[in-house]
């Protein structure tokens, strides 16, 4: 049961990396399909804030909802909704169809991706680690590791796409079947953790955490938010502005996915040396 834990913690590590590419280089595209007009990018750019600002709400609702009702529930409700909202999008009508309800659909759809996404490091650290009796930091660490991991497929998926029906095409269609590949690591995540059980310290009596964690954890909660900002405010910027200069700068779209695949193995060199 321990691997089991840490194979679906891992698959949803992956999902979360996977997210964090898949929409970065299409954002332009996104802009120009749901929010026409001289605003288009700014509005790209508004699908990956929905998604950040969703991120912390779904990290306190599933986390109540892993210490109240098991990390199995909250696990498998993170990767459901994800895979559904990601199949809405792909199917979402564009502006030219259905007028302002497509922005405003969008937004609140990867809004609702965010609390998924958000929701999966909490119940997923919690399981490994109450099902882990040793080398605790070996295993969370690499449970992380699938963060880039998903990262480097949504490259590879990007670059797949591309070069198999060309940027027109990708433009004109199947950059929804592309989003709706985010459904499929999803529900293979959902395949393992249906099969997952409570580990036995779930059961035990235990304080209220949250307030155990304002309570004596305050500081540390802190820093790990600053440091955690700062690292999403650098990842995303570097990838957006990639996408967006070698798009509309160069008008290169099919460097994109080469030049994302050689910035993520140098993110992960560089982790791996730190």
């Known amino acids: 049961m321990r691997t089991r834990a840490v194979i679906s913690a891992y698959l949803g590590w992956v999902m979360d990396g996977y997210d964090a590419l898949i929409v970065t280089p299409i954002m332009p595209l996104l802009g120009q399909l749901f929010f026409p007009g001289p605003y288009s990018l700014l509005g790209g750019v508004s699908t990956l804030v929905a998604t950040l600002v969703g991120r912390p709400l779904g990290s306190v ?10 990390r199995r529930v909250g696990l498998l409700v993170t990767v459901l909704g994800y895979s559904l909202s990601a199949l809405a999008i792909a ?7 259905i007028g302002t309800l497509a922005p405003i659909s969008l937004l609140i759809l990867r809004f609702l991706q965010g609390i998924f996404l958000g929701g999966e490091w909490g ?4 399981l490994i680690m109450e099902w882990s009796r040793w080398r605790r930091e070996l295993t969370s660490a690499f449970v992380q590791s699938g963060y880039p991991i998903g990262v480097v497929i949504a490259t590879l998926v990007y670059a797949l796409f591309m070069g198999a029906v060309g940027p027109m095409e990708f433009n004109n269609y199947f950059w929804r079947v592309y989003i709706a590949t985010g459904a ?13 059980v409570e580990s036995p310290l779930w059961y035990k009596p235990r304080a209220n955490p949250l307030a155990l964690l304002f309570r004596q954890g305050s500081r540390w909660l802190g820093v790990g938010v600053l440091f955690t900002g ?9 990838y957006l502005i990639y996408s967006d200069f070698l798009a509309h700068v160069l008008h290169e779209p099919g460097l ?8 993520t193995i140098a993110a992960i060199i560089a982790v791996l040396l730190s």
């Open 61 to 70: 609702i599933m986390g109540y909802i892993g210490d109240r009702f098991g």
């Open 91 to 97: 199917l979402l009508p564009t502006y030219l169809a």
């Open 123 to 126: 119940p997923g650290t919690a």
């Open 184 to 196: 499929v690591v999803a529900l293979l995540a959902f395949a393992v953790r249906s099969r997952l």
């Open 230 to 238: 700062g690292l999403l405010m650098i990842y995303y910027s570097t």
């Open 256 to 263: 994109i996915p080469g030049v994302m695949l050689m910035s």
